[in-house]
């Protein structure tokens, strides 16, 4: 079978699409192609990301980014010289604009998850069927809103007789024991460290390239101390940093 997955993570680098063949436990790559979001576009989903939008707002770029999405698969099976026909069907993750931990809600215990990027213009627009609604499906059974990254890394990586752990740095980092299946953020990511690189630049880096930045930087172990500190830390696995009210890992 052949699926398309479409995912932009928290950092919001882009839209990431990769089309693979799976049969029975391989899985192979037959093409990838990440699309950078338009300046504005990047902007908007910086501050609804930050703040309180209009809901006008989020609903607009719901479906501006159902667009996007689907002009990246077309744009991608194209230059790999991919019929759409032979896609069976689109797994798309969407954008992630909250992610909170259960409250106390209108009387009721709640934990809540919103991605945006509406999935009935991707499949009208490519005339494939999509699957979505990933972290809404998790929350609703009960887990942390990121069920993907464990499933992948057991397939992929997971080796009998032998401990593994698969780290993940994405927007937010996260860890797979591939022993267990058992998943669970770390920390930040690349969501704070490409917003200090574009600080230090002054915008005219978005990521630390080869991570030169890095390699030249030096550890203030008092700073990194005091972070350590935080109750998260501390809490019991498996857990999200949703749990602190920002995004979990993707």
Not at 70 to 96: C, P, V, W
Not at 172 to 179: E, V
Not at 195 to 200: E, G
Request: hydrophobic residues 45%; glycine residues 10%; proline residues 3%.
């Amino acid at each position: 079978m052949r699926v398309a997955g479409i995912m932009s993570g928290t950092s919001l680098d882009g839209i990431d699409v990769a089309i693979v063949d799976i049969r029975a436990h391989k899985i192979s790559t037959v093409a990838f192609r990440s699309t950078s979001y338009p300046k504005k576009v990047r902007e908007a989903l910086l501050a609804i990301s930050n703040t309180a939008a209009h809901t006008a707002t989020i609903s607009r770029l719901n479906f501006l980014l159902g667009e996007l999405y689907a002009e990246a698969i077309l744009e991608t099976s194209k230059q790999a010289h991919i019929r759409l026909d032979s896609i069976a069907l689109i797994g798309m993750h969407g954008q992630t604009i909250s992610m909170k931990a259960p409250v106390k809600y209108l009387g009721r215990r709640v934990a809540s998850t919103f991605q945006i990027g509406e999935a009935a213009v991707v499949a009208q627009r490519t005339g494939i069927r999509v699957i979505s609604n990933f972290r809404e499906r998790d929350i609703a059974a009960g887990g942390q809103g990121a069920p993907l990254v464990p499933f992948v890394d057991q397939i992929l990586f997971r080796a009998r007789g032998v401990s593994k752990v698969a780290l993940n740095i994405g927007g937010i980092a996260n860890i797979t024991i591939l022993s267990s299946g058992l998943a669970f953020d770390t920390g930040p990511g690349n969501m704070v460290m490409d917003a200090l690189v574009s600080r230090l630049t002054r915008g005219r880096q978005r990521f630390d390239r080869n991570g030169t930045i890095a390699r030249n930087a030096i550890v203030n172990h008092r700073l990194l101390a005091g972070w350590l500190r935080d109750p998260y830390f501390k809490r019991p696995a498996p857990k999200s940093c949703g749990a602190s009210n920002t995004a979990g890992s993707s």
